[in-house]
T-cell receptor, first 112, second 117 residues
Framework: QKEVEQNSGPLSVPEGAIASLNCTYSDRVSQSFFWYRQYSGKSPELIMSIYSNGDKEDGRFTAQLNKASQYVSLLIRDSQPSDSATYLCAVKSYNQGGKLIFGQGTELSVKP | GAVVSQHPSWVICKSGTSVKIECRSLDFQATTMFWYRQFPKQSLMLMATSNEGSKATYEQGVEKDKFLINHASLTLSTLTVTSAHPEDSSFYIC?????????????FGNGTRLTVT
């Protein structure tokens, strides 16, 4: 089992719709969870960080964390073509010495 | 704030030569820097963790004698790809963590695209 798993996609949504991205992780003692966006040929940029169970909202983005289910998700409301990118879920735990472990990424395509 | 600068942004070298990539934290001190490698259509794979003033910790399967890491100061880590081969062609990305902020997000450099001919 991979440490961090995501559906590779591609996920295609129409402009204005909600895009839902999912991620599961295997290390039960993981503490910190991040969503990064990566455009083709560029390095990742941080979208959201979440540390405790529940929802965290920032503009059009909402991160959801459920530690019991070892599940973290990212919702993008009112999706725009500029949101088209690969979204990487990343997990950090003390057991891993603070290393950030990435999922394989989900490619999102927002169609105008 | 929290800017990480990586240089060069791209490099083309001949097989058998060595290439050095620099990673600098411009406005913060980073006791720990991480080096990742990303092949096309794949995710970021951690190569090694670089700690200021001590030896780097390499991930399983990463040759420490081939990928030399030096973290001589709180703002600079370097990765040297020695005797590069075409299969080393990849996107190398460094990241840095604020000193004393274990749970803070990592800040990434812009990456270095290495092409070995």
């Amino acid at each position: 089992q991979k440490e961090v798993e995501q559906n590779s996609g591609p996920l295609s949504v129409p402009e204005g719709a909600i895009a839902s991205l999912n991620c599961t992780y295997s290390d039960r003692v993981s503490q910190s969870f991040f969503w990064y966006r990566q455009y083709s040929g560029k390095s990742p940029e941080l979208i959201m960080s979440i540390y405790s169970n529940g929802d965290k909202e920032d503009g059009r983005f909402t991160a959801q964390l459920n530690k019991a289910s070892q599940y973290v998700s990212l919702l993008i409301r009112d999706s725009q073509p500029s949101d088209s990118a690969t979204y990487l879920c990343a997990v950090k735990s003390y057991n891993q010495g603070g290393k950030l472990i990435f999922g394989q990424g989900t490619e999102l395509s927002v169609k105008p | 704030g929290a800017v990480v600068s990586q240089h060069p942004s791209w490099v083309i070298c001949k097989s058998g030569t060595s290439v050095k990539i620099e990673c600098r934290s411009l406005d913060f001190q980073a006791t720990t820097m991480f080096w990742y490698r990303q092949f096309p259509k794949q995710s970021l794979m951690l190569m090694a963790t670089s700690n200021e003033g001590s030896k780097a910790t390499y991930e399983q399967g990463v040759e420490k004698d081939k990928f030399l890491i030096n973290h001589a100061s709180l703002t600079l880590s370097t990765l040297t790809v020695t005797s590069a081969h075409p299969e080393d062609s990849s996107f190398y990305i460094c990241s840095a963590r604020h000193r004393g902020q274990f749970n803070s997000p990592l800040h990434f450099g812009n990456g270095t695209r290495l092409t070995v001919t």
